[in-house]
């Protein structure tokens, strides 16, 4: 189940041991999680697999909050979810903001990108801050 936990959500779930959080990748940026919805979803895929069994014993201990929170542990040190505290915000050149992350040394703005590993955005879009600059 770990494995199909990861496979579901390999690519907007992120863990980090030093921090003892997850991150969840919402678009725009990654954003600790705060009201365990990692394990709301790990207990998605307990559930559809207890549905699946036979067995009315096994599928309530597929169901359980110990399974569930057993596929949790495990998906936290799968390679693709672990990540180190240092690589979270690593580039000084990216600046993300809700409109898109704008390279620094180029001035250029690119769609937003979980790659990027960015935890920070500012309050306004790019072309907002552009214009306050002009109109100062």
């Known amino acids: 189940m770990a494995l199909a936990f990861t496979k579901r959500h390999g690519i907007e779930l992120r863990y980090c041991a030093q ?4 991150l969840i990748w919402d678009g725009t940026r990654w954003k600790i999680d705060e009201t365990k919805e990692v394990f709301d ?8 697999v207890a549905v ?3 067995e009315q014993k096994a599928s309530k201990l597929l169901a359980s909050s110990k399974t569930v929170a057993a596929v949790k542990t495990l998906a ?3 390679r693709q979810h ?3 505290s240092d690589q979270w915000d690593a580039d000084p050149r990216l600046l993300n903001t ?4 704008i390279d620094l040394c ?11 590993y960015v935890t920070l955005t ?6 907002r801050m552009s214009k306050l600059v002009r109109v100062s």
């Open 19 to 22: 921090w003892s959080k997850w």
């Open 41 to 48: 979803r790990a207990r998605k895929i307990c559930r559809e």
């Open 52 to 54: 699946e069994c036979n």
């Open 76 to 78: 936290e040190s799968d």
């Open 82 to 84: 672990a990540m180190t």
């Open 98 to 101: 809700p409109g898109g992350t």
């Open 106 to 116: 180029t001035g250029e703005m690119r769609a937003h990108s979980p790659d990027d």
């Open 122 to 127: 500012t309050a306004c879009a790019w072309w």
